[in-house]
């Protein structure tokens, strides 16, 4: 495993909701990543119990993590280590009520 993929694989390992995006949660740089905070809060979830990574500032993690999940696109979600997917994912799973169930499982 090279170091970015052990250095996500932490992450994923450490963190119950991990968003991996372009931006923070307060300042999201693109729609998609916007979308996948605004899904979250809709879950009812605070976004200061999201840990997210801006893959804008680092080149490593921003292709690692396409590889590491084997999705070409960002945002990725992740909960409780395992991967949920993008924002068109997320608002399926909404819409179908089964990320509100995810999210609410404990750890």
Same mark, same amino acid.
């Given at each position: 495993?090279?170091?970015?993929?052990?250095?996500?694989?932490?992450?994923?390992?450490?963190?119950? /909701? =991990?968003?991996?995006?372009?931006?923070?949660?307060?300042?999201?740089?693109? $729609?998609?990543? $916007?979308?996948? /905070?605004?899904?979250?809060?809709?879950?009812?979830?605070?976004?200061?119990?999201?840990?997210?990574?801006?893959?804008?500032?680092?080149?490593? /993690?921003?292709?690692?993590?396409?590889?590491?999940?084997?999705?070409?696109?960002?945002?990725?979600?992740?909960?409780? $280590?395992?991967?949920? $997917?993008?924002?068109?994912?997320?608002?399926?799973?909404?819409?179908?009520?089964?990320?509100?169930?995810? =999210?609410?499982?404990?750890?």
């Amino acid at each position: 495993m090279t170091d970015v993929q052990q250095r996500i694989a932490e992450l994923v390992q450490t963190h119950d /909701i =991990l968003l991996f995006m372009k931006g923070s949660a307060s300042f999201p740089m693109c $729609g998609f990543s $916007g979308r996948a /905070i605004q899904i979250l809060k809709a879950c009812g979830v605070d976004t200061k119990a999201i840990k997210t990574v801006n893959v804008l500032d680092d080149a490593e /993690i921003r292709q690692g993590i396409k590889e590491f999940s084997h999705w070409p696109t960002i945002p990725q979600l992740y909960v409780k $280590g395992e991967f949920i $997917g993008g924002s068109d994912i997320m608002m399926e799973m909404y819409e179908s009520g089964e990320l509100q169930q995810v =999210l609410a499982q404990p750890a």
